[in-house]
């Protein structure tokens, strides 16, 4: 079954319905909380002003003085609070708009891989973060085809033109 839209138009269920659309939908909205994310940064002066120092002092009071997080806050992220305001703003954007654009989607997962375990890492965890995780790796598992980009496409099968 399909639905004609007008001059070379067509939609039909199976489009609708399947695992490449899916994937690229759920694409688009994980680029977009990340956009929108590292937007928020930017808004809240992250890249500025020693907001993220104050986050992770904070986050730093509540861990246990032996964990990983702890450590990983101490020697690094406080420390290099700056840096990694940079990165993780400018990291959010740039994946967010990666994934919305469809353009180089294998290298936006990897940094999306990167920028989740380090938030991970800093003590932020929380159950959520796998979906996080885990999402990319199916990224970078699927190859990611021309037909994503416009997922609705139009051929002669489609159509109902046919060689004769």
Request: with cysteine; net charge neutral; hydrophobic share 50%.
């Amino acid at each position: 079954m399909s639905i004609n839209w007008g001059e070379g138009q067509t939609w039909s269920i199976k489009q609708a319905f399947s695992p490449s659309k899916a994937l690229h939908t759920c694409r688009q909205l994980y680029g977009l909380y990340f956009f929108l994310g590292g937007c928020f940064k930017l808004a809240i002066g992250l890249l500025w002003s020693d907001t993220l120092k104050a986050m992770f002092v904070e986050r730093l009071a509540d861990l246990p003085q032996d964990s990983m997080g702890s450590a990983y806050l101490t020697h690094f992220a406080i420390p290099w609070a700056f840096l990694i305001a940079y990165v993780l703003t400018l990291g959010e954007l740039l994946v967010g708009f990666l994934f919305m654009k469809n353009t180089a989607v294998k290298f936006g997962a990897l940094v999306a891989i990167f920028i989740t375990v380090n938030i991970g890492l800093g003590g932020f965890f929380s159950w959520i973060l796998m979906g996080f995780i885990l999402f990319p790796f199916l990224l970078l598992k699927y190859p990611t085809h021309d037909s994503l980009q416009n997922p609705i496409q139009t051929d002669k099968v489609t159509q109902g033109v046919h060689d004769d």
